[in-house]
């Protein structure tokens, strides 16, 4: 054979051999997809999506589809995309019901914001799924990043956030860093927070963002102040902390270290250590060991700085170990809120023993409860009746009781709206959790700062500074009237004074136990000012 064709040959089957490696090569580094835009990674769907797309979770088909119909009616109007962020995957379906009622609260929060005729711009809302944990966070902020710098997309606000993690700190640092206004109404860790000042000037670690819920420092002075005015002064206490790294528990372990107590010193505290926030472990066992050295001491109330899963271990195994027909409180955080969902009625018969007689009650700091403005609002009008013997007029009724209440009364208009009109959301909020009411309000005071940022014609959206700049300024006149209580944003983003709805689970007698609305507590030990006036020092 000539040499030359003996060159070609060579050189066709080194081309050859090349563009099948390419193929292979490229083949091999395409990403798996869950579905467009959706990469799957380590088993989950992570990624961005506005379009119906669950997650792989079924219990959230119905609302992410719905949030998907309200996307495509507003679309042709002038808008911009707010996106939701949040874990939206799990094996356990406490958790997946925990998820529904986020997006249930998104959903109708969106409708709110977007209700009014001739008040640009519409949210168009996107949900971002960051993994078990945030675990792949850093993806999906750079693709909200990319959201943000376009002229397409528009983002101009990242909510949601329910878990007080190092991942969830980074993922707002981030965001926040680049200019892209975060609120937050799920997190109440006080490591995620600006720092307000002593002179009510704030040193903003993260500039942009805004939390509707009371840090734990604030829910535990609540509590505390609560429990005083009820002549409880003489509690003796113990801590029980998770020495797992976990920003909520962290700070919730520090706020009730910090409780000036009034009675006597209870035990030292003592710790435990959990695998992680799902995860039992060994905690069970830790557990015994704790519940039979409190009742070797006189404590009779446990502040118990955990998560919600152990927190359901401890208090049966507080309730098991047999104290002598001792009865104890233990007292938690908001995320208790999600406690009830988690018991069986093997659990409750096991807290209340064979008497019937409650062993262990469970009291936490609720970010919202429905029954809160209702029997607030009844106690106040009888302590008014008392004093004036008179009815009140409308004018005379408290503000900080009133406003919430209708909040509360439109949220239950559109829930009853979205059924008029055959909209399926999963199932009926669940309202009890806090979690549909808390983040309804992110949506609706996301709304309120976009329609105040708003300026020049209906197609020129506010930009991402413009809504920054806005959370500081919700408060007094332009207060935000959230179910949960009223928003009155510092200079630091954080929410004034916001209320607390003190819950306890009651055990009962018999059958599935009851969460029972206490009272509401202050984090300042009063209510509120008049018109949410936020004084000069608020340190």
Known sequence: MPRWKKFLYTLLTVGAVTVCAWLVWSIAREPDTCTDGIERIDGECIG??????DFGTPEIRDVARAIAEENARIEGQPHVTVAMMLPLQSDKAALRRQMRSDLQGAYLGQRQANEGEGEPPKIRLVLANPGRNYEQQTEVVDTLLRMAASDKERLRAVTGFNLSLDATEEAVARLTEHEVPVLASRISGDGIANKDGADGMAKLK????????????????????????????????????????????????????????????????????????????????QFTQIANNICDSEADTV?????????????????????????????????????????????????????????????????????????????????????????PT????????????????????????????????????????????????????????????????????????????????????????????????????NAYDKPVAVVELDPGREGHGKLRFVGLGWPTGREQPKNCVIPSSTG
């Open 394 to 493: 409308p004018q005379e009724l408290p503000q900080y009781l009133t406003e919430p209440k209708t909040a509360l009364d439109t949220l239950k208009k559109w829930i009853e709206t979205t059924r008029s009109e055959e909209t399926e959301l999963g199932s009926v909020p669940n309202l009890e959790d806090s979690r549909t009411m808390l983040v309804y309000d992110g949506l609706v005071t996301i709304g309120k700062a976009l329609h105040q940022a708003q300026s020049g014609g209906a197609q020129a959206v506010p930009g991402l500074e413009d809504v920054g700049r806005q959370w500081s300024l919700l408060q007094s006149r332009h207060r935000v009237r959230g179910t949960s209580g009223l928003i009155c944003l510092t200079s630091g983003g």
């Open 48 to 53: 961005v999506n506005g379009d119906g797309y």
């Open 206 to 285: 993260f500039p942009g963002l805004a939390r509707i819920i009371p840090t734990n420092h604030d829910a535990a002075q609540a509590l505390a102040k609560f429990n005083g005015e009820r002549g409880r002064e003489n509690l003796k206490t113990v801590l029980v902390y998770d020495k797992r790294v976990d920003s909520y528990t962290d700070s919730l372990a520090q706020a009730f270290s910090g409780i000036e107590e009034k009675g006597p010193p209870g035990p030292a505290a003592m710790s435990f250590e959990s695998p992680a926030i799902d995860e039992p472990g060994s905690t069970g066992n």
């Open 303 to 391: 502040y118990f700085a955990g998560r919600t899963l152990h927190l359901r271990i401890f208090a049966l195994k507080l309730a098991q170990v047999g104290c002598k027909d001792r009865h104890y409180t233990v007292v938690s955080g908001s995320d208790a809120a999600s406690l009830r969902q988690a018991m069986s009625e093997k659990d409750w018969a096991q807290l209340r023993g064979e008497d019937g007689k409650a062993k262990v009650t469970v009291q936490y700091a609720a970010p919202a409860h429905p029954d809160a403005w209702d029997a607030e609002l009844a106690g106040w009008n009888r302590e008014w009746a008392a004093d004036h013997d008179r009815e």
